[in-house]
């Protein structure tokens, strides 16, 4: 045996070959941080490589790599497999996954173990558990557990019994309900209540179906947008503009109209009423505002209201057209084309959370009315569920099978499960909550 020690990883050469080496393959045990290179006949099988490497573990370490899986091509090898079986052939690098120890195994599922009412056996020990790990009460909180997460933060083990029972008893009721729904559509296929149920669950299949490919190949579309906001000055004030060419005219608010020191040039004659989701009033109409787009001044007509706005200015379609402006995504850029100015559009630290959340629960009014005109303001962008994609890997098939027969996508129950860490029970109860 001899070793190669690298600037990156620890490196060893073993070799199972009883004659002449046949090949030569690697194997990446990534908890370990080890590369093995292992001189191997192809009638080996797998059980026998896997001994082989766990001679290289550091002493006293307890995992069991008797249950860890090899993965070559990121699909498992059986244990009794040989290496010619599974198509392993010279130079080919294999991959060995231990997961957690033993011993951790061993404590989480006893921290997490439930009663048959779905209460904890030892519920000091599993809140303990929870709060040791940020990123698993942020995640029950996502699968809608947040007053189960209130109980844990606040120490509560009354309430948190009394949570984790009231979800297994509607995880339990669901349960029986599906079974109900499945003995209905199975006795009398043409009933006409069944072929609902039925045409019901081909829907959401498909629904969940569409869902999840969105996911896998389009995960982005779920990413919540930045919305367009420039610099520029109104009057000699600095203003983070959002330019929305859905707005039919250049909009301010009269508190940010009264700090550019325009509140005494506003016409009144042009008041009115603005409709959408509310409806809002419209004070009037300032002629021409002087606006500075980098070293250059443009005149700006602007429509004052009279509530305060999510956004202090917005720069509308009347100006963008009046001074030949684009919106430039592939540059990041609003080009003003009057004056051939290209102004940035900012990142969103620097647009600010107040901006951003103006865009999040509610949807400012979609058209103002006017004597003379009507004049859109901003729709809203429509808040994305925040979901990220996990994988399944982690947690038995079946599991997965028995929860997404309850009527949850996938995604939503590898979710679950790993904000549980694999039990199927707390999963459940969590996903009804």
Excluded: W
């Amino acid at each position: 045996m001899s070793a190669h020690p690298s600037s990156a990883r620890r490196s060893r050469t073993l070799s199972l070959a009883s004659t002449a080496v046949d090949m030569r393959v690697s194997v990446h045990v990534a908890e370990l941080d080890l590369i093995v290179n292992v001189d191997v006949s192809p009638d080996c099988t797998v059980a026998d490589l896997k001994a082989a490497v766990a001679c290289e573990f550091p002493d006293g370490d307890p995992r069991d790599i008797t249950r860890a899986k090899v993965l070559k091509d990121a699909k498992q090898i059986p244990d009794a497999s040989s290496l010619r079986d599974a198509g392993v052939v010279q130079d080919d690098l294999l991959i060995v996954s231990l997961g957690a120890s033993g011993g951790e195994s061993i404590a989480s599922a006893d921290a997490r173990a439930l009663a048959a009412d779905g209460s904890a056996v030892d519920a000091q020990a599993m809140m303990e558990s929870f709060r040791g790990n940020a990123g698993t009460l942020e995640a029950l909180r996502r699968q809608g557990g947040s007053e189960l997460v209130d109980c844990i933060e606040a120490n509560d083990v009354e309430g948190f019994q009394r949570m984790m029972r009231e979800m297994r008893k509607r995880m339990l009721a669901a349960r029986e309900q599906e079974a109900e729904e499945m003995a209905l559509m199975t006795s009398d296929p043409f009933d006409v209540e069944a072929q609902r149920k039925i045409e019901e669950r081909i829907r959401q299949e498909q629904v969940l179906g569409n869902f999840a490919t969105a996911m896998e190949e389009t995960p982005e579309a779920f990413a919540q947008v930045v919305m367009l906001y420039v610099d520029l000055e109104v009057n000699g004030v600095a203003l983070k503009a959002f330019v929305d060419s859905g707005a039919q005219m250049s909009i301010m608010s009269v508190t940010c109209a009264r700090q550019c020191g325009l509140e005494r040039l506003i016409d009144k004659r042009f008041s009115g009423i603005a409709k959408g989701v509310g409806t809002q009033n419209i004070i009037g109409r300032v002629h021409q505002a002087p606006m500075k787009v980098g070293e250059h001044f443009l005149p700006c007509a602007i429509t004052v209201l009279e509530k305060e706005q999510d956004m202090d200015f917005i720069f509308g379609l009347d100006m963008l057209r009046r001074h030949a402006c684009s919106i430039d995504l592939r540059k990041n850029a609003l080009v003003i084309g009057s004056v051939d100015v290209e102004l940035p559009f900012l990142s969103e630290s620097e647009i600010g959370k107040t901006a951003q959340e103006a865009f999040q629960g509610k949807a400012p009014e979609a058209a103002i009315s006017t004597p003379s005109a009507a004049v859109p303001t901003p729709s809203a962008a429509v808040p994305m569920p925040s979901t990220t994609p996990s994988s399944s890997s982690a947690h038995d098939e079946e599991k997965i099978a028995r929860l997404t027969a309850l009527g949850f996508s996938r995604q939503q129950v590898i979710d679950a499960l790993n904000a549980t860490s694999g039990n199927e029970e707390f999963a459940g109860a969590l996903l009804f909550g």
